[in-house]
């Protein structure tokens, strides 16, 4: 037989059925040449978690001994001395916060007598102070609060820095869903990489407070360009359980990025030098670029039938798939059709198709979720300097077990989003614990029972994170997807705008913040159960009763007894054939269970997996 006649023998079952995807059917829905592509976009997601998460390392809060405060009403170099042995007199963190701003009136008249060796009417009282005019900082680490003195009534500014990265993420989903609208998502991702390589420098580099905020903010707005036009390669070249897997496991590598962090933190004493680090790091990403793939719909959308075949035959060969004689004329066809798909507008989401109350649940839990998501990381500063370190890389454990647990209940249960609220009440009333413990100065011992409580946080919320990421486009048609998940993400960026303002709350006290976002965890984990009502994994079938060996024993013998009596297609067989047919019969643990309500049900079933069996054997026969 010759290679031609091979070809034509196959050609029929290499051919896609009608309503197949050509692009599907030549790529698969996971293999070596999809793993290039994901492994690439995966890793442009660490310099970005850094770049979101560098605000622990480049504005820590400061120590005691590590602040000066002149007062207003002296002209300070007298008043240093016995201000800075008062600072070091203080036991907690948080009355050094609020000492740092004012310097005691009583002090000050006890210093000046000190010095002159006069009289001094000191008919003040010991808690009337003064505003310190200037604050002089005594630290090894120049960080963003030395550098634009954000102490005092500045110290919200940190939060405006957070702020305005959020507001950059919003618009930068924005404009690139826009931009993919002429841009294939190939260059936008590259130019996303550019320009978080310039911007991020510049926002390192700037010497005033205005600057570095509108350089952040543009940064914001590269890296969410960058990873918005990654994901949406990912779901064009993969399908089935593997976009599942892959779209649920993209959130792995910022929790990859958590871990990584402190790592490169330690080498830097400067906050300009650890974002200049973050932004350049990039640059081997844009020299890997080139092994990053295009998405191929989006390349027929826009009619360039070429390049989608030229990426198609490539796919074909690396992952060893049977390509149709005639895929330029199929994919001609099919661009044809992607081309004349009526477009979808925003408002077609809220047509009633979905229950309105729906919509507006899922937007509020995203909402919530991703304050939590930033807010629990940003707030690890409170918990002090010293451990910052092996704090951040703990909350990246805990994210990454919560993903792992999410991926599970959605591949393994039938109500994941029941599953998912369930786990997010349960940390969140268990957070309220952290009131009982005992009051102790802020060592290592209290900070690791405080961090138990900040780590169950991270772990349910990543895990109802990775749920909403996978199972959100579920509750619209197909179409309507891409325009649902912008919605709820951008109404999750926009109150990302507004969170890093509880940071302030530490002020009145340090686990006021912590109390809030449990609250708001264990809220939005009842909506998730209230959508478990109408969404659940119909594939996923109910566990039922499992059976003692005795139980398999006995009905599964019944089982055989009636078909075998009752079958006369089985009974006519010969005596090899029958035994084949007991040896390999298969039946479900639910049938095994109702064996007295499905009789003739269970012996046709079993008829046509006892046909099944013995075809191969009665084929080789014949051979």
């Not at 740092?100 to 009136?105: P, R, T």
């Not at 330690?266 to 844009?286: G, K, M, Q, R, T």
């Not at 500063?381 to 991926?407: C, D, I, K, P």
Request: glycine share 4%; aromatic share 10%; hydrophobic share 45%.
């Amino acid at each position: 037989m010759t290679a031609v006649d091979t070809i034509c023998q196959r050609r029929k079952s290499s051919a896609p059925h009608p309503g197949v995807d050509i692009v599907e059917h030549i790529n698969g829905s996971f293999g070596r040449w999809q793993l290039r592509t994901i492994l690439l976009i995966f890793l442009c997601k660490i310099p970005t978690a850094w770049f979101m998460a560098c605000i622990i390392y480049t504005a820590p809060y400061p120590q005691r001994g590590e602040l000066v405060c002149h007062s207003a009403s002296w002209n300070g170099s007298h008043v240093v001395e016995g201000r800075s042995s008062m600072l070091h007199s203080r036991n907690t963190d948080r009355l050094f916060s609020v000492q740092v701003c004012n310097a005691y009136a009583q002090s000050l008249s006890q210093t000046f007598v000190q010095h002159y060796a006069q009289t001094w009417n000191a008919t003040t009282s010991t808690q009337e102070t003064m505003p310190c005019e200037k604050v002089e900082h005594n630290t090894a680490y120049k960080s963003l609060i030395t550098q634009f003195d954000l102490i005092c009534s500045r110290r919200v500014l940190v939060a405006v820095t957070q702020s305005f990265h959020a507001l950059g993420a919003l618009l930068g989903g924005l404009l690139a869903h826009q931009a993919l609208r002429h841009i294939s998502p190939r260059r936008l991702m590259l130019l996303g990489m550019l320009g978080q390589i310039f911007c991020g420098n510049l926002t390192g580099l700037v010497d005033t407070y205005q600057l570095h905020i509108y350089f952040r903010c543009l940064t914001s707005v590269c890296c969410t360009v960058m990873y918005t036009a990654g994901h949406f390669i990912l779901t064009d070249i993969t399908s089935g359980k593997a976009r599942i897997l892959v779209v649920t496991l993209s959130e792995l590598f910022w929790s990859i990025g958590l871990v990584l962090l402190p790592a490169i933190s330690i080498y830097f004493n400067n906050w300009s030098h650890l974002y200049v680090a973050i932004s350049s790091s990039l640059i081997v990403l844009v020299w890997l670029h080139r092994w990053i793939t295009d998405a191929p719909r989006w390349l027929l959308r826009q009619q360039r039938v070429e390049p989608a075949l030229r990426m198609l035959l490539e796919s074909a060969t690396y992952n060893n798939r049977m390509v149709p004689l005639t895929l330029d004329v199929q994919l001609t066809v099919y661009a044809a059709e992607l081309s004349a798909k009526p477009k979808s507008n925003y408002c077609q989401i809220w047509d009633k198709e979905t229950k309105r109350r729906q919509l507006i649940y899922i937007h509020l839990i995203w909402g919530c979720a991703q304050v939590l998501y930033n807010i629990i990381l940003l707030m690890i500063r409170s918990l002090g300097e010293a451990q910052v370190h092996v704090n951040t890389a703990a909350l990246g454990f805990a994210e990454m077990v919560g993903v792992f647990v999410g991926l599970y209940f959605i591949l393994y249960t039938r109500r994941y989003f029941r599953w998912a609220g369930n786990l997010m009440i349960v940390a969140g009333l268990c957070t309220y614990l952290v009131w009982l413990l005992p009051e102790s100065d802020r060592n290592s011992r209290r900070v690791g029972l405080e961090l138990i409580f900040w780590m169950l946080l991270k772990f349910a919320n990543s895990a109802s994170i990775a749920v909403l990421t996978t199972c959100t486009g579920e509750m619209v048609s197909p179409e309507k997807r891409v325009l649902l998940m912008l919605s709820v993400v951008s109404f999750g960026r926009l109150c990302l705008v507004f969170s890093p303002l509880l940071s302030t709350l530490t002020v009145i006290h340090r686990l006021l913040p912590i109390t809030i976002i449990a609250t708001v965890g264990w809220v939005y984990g009842i909506a998730m159960r209230f959508l478990n009502r109408y969404y659940w994994n119909t594939e996923q079938l109910q566990v039922g009763q499992v059976p003692t060996p005795n139980t398999y024993r006995r009905n599964s013998a019944v089982i055989l007894r009636r078909c075998s009596t009752a079958s006369s297609d089985v009974s006519g067989y010969s005596n090899e054939l029958i035994r084949n047919f007991e040896q390999n019969v298969a039946v479900s643990i639910a049938d095994l269970w109702h064996i007295n309500f499905n009789t003739i049900h269970e012996c046709d079933s079993l008829t046509e997996v006892n046909e099944a069996a013995v075809k191969p054997h009665s084929s080789m026969h014949s051979i």
